[in-house]
Nanobody
Framework: QVRLVESGGGLVQAGGSLRLSCAAS????????MGWFRQAPGKEREIVAA????????FYADSVKGRFTISRDNAKNTVYLQMNSLKPDDTAVYYC????????????????WGRGTQVTVSS
């Protein structure tokens, strides 16, 4: 079992930055692929970014490419999402998720999920 707790959300003006953190506890974290998802009101949940256990070859949704960066610190059992140049369309609840395998997926086939953290971007 892996427990995931997100933090770092909040209210920011358009053009600003936030860094989300996801702290993992439980079974070994370093071998899990991790992903960040988001869900805006009235919309389906979508993947934002994902990272393999090794930290290489990350995935980014087209809507955040060049603005968001996913990273992980296996020694701290933490994955991060650095969000720059935020737009009002980035407003959503952001969720951290983990897979039991080492390679990321762009689908919702993640085994563990956090409860989410709210990100609100004002215009």
């Amino acid at each position: 079992q892996v427990r995931l707790v997100e933090s770092g959300g909040g209210l920011v003006q358009a053009g600003g930055s936030l860094r989300l953190s996801c702290a993992a506890s439980g079974r070994t974290f370093s071998r899990n692929a991790m992903g960040w998802f988001r869900q805006a009101p009235g919309k389906e949940r979508e993947i934002v970014a994902a990272i393999n256990w090794s930290g290489d070859n990350p995935f980014y949704a087209d809507s955040v490419k060049g603005r968001f960066t996913i990273s992980r610190d296996n020694a701290k059992n933490t994955v991060y999402l650095q969000m720059n140049s935020l737009k009002p369309d980035d407003t959503a609840v952001y969720y951290c998720a983990a897979r039991k395998v080492t390679i990321w997926s762009t689908g919702s086939d993640y085994d563990y999920w956090g409860r989410g953290t709210q990100v609100t971007v004002s215009s």
